[in-house]
């Protein structure tokens, strides 16, 4: 099971910017960003395959970047123009299977090869 870690949240103003990294412990094919309020349904905003394509939520495109350092196992989340509906706890996961953008349902979630703890972004308006 791989390990991962997150860091980088804060709190920012409405339009803001973060960055978010997250490091893993091993390879994985595929790697996501997830974020959680609570009461809401888990929600993948960005994703990243083994050959480097990437997918969006749409309600993040054009703001939301997701990058991977393959030599160092890192994954990152740049997040521009944030709003304050951004504000969630943000998890990276991985899987050797694809992940896809949208809502995680528990079934997907707990089929995943592993996630992080999170870490907190804040949006004030």
């Known amino acids: 099971e791989v390990q991962l870690v997150e860091s980088g949240g804060g709190s920012v103003p409405a339009g803001g910017s973060l960055r978010l990294s997250c490091t893993a412990s091993?390879?994985?094919?595929?790697m996501a960003w997830f974020r959680q309020v609570p009461g809401k349904e888990r929600e993948v905003v960005g994703t990243?395959?083994?050959?480097?394509?990437?997918d969006y939520l749409d309600s993040v495109k054009g703001r939301f970047s997701v990058s991977k350092d393959n030599a160092k196992n890192i994954l990152y989340l740049q997040m521009n123009g944030l709003k304050p509906e951004d504000t969630a706890m943000y998890h990276c996961?991985?899987?050797?299977?694809?992940?896809?953008?949208?809502?995680?349902?528990?079934?997907?979630?707990?089929?995943?090869?592993?996630w992080g703890r999170g870490t907190l972004v804040i949006v004030s308006s």
């Open positions: 990243i395959d083994g050959d480097g394509d990437v």
């Open positions: 091993t390879k994985s094919y595929s």
């Open positions: 996961a991985a899987d050797w299977g694809p992940i896809r953008t949208g809502d995680l349902e528990r079934e997907a979630f707990c089929s995943l090869d592993g």
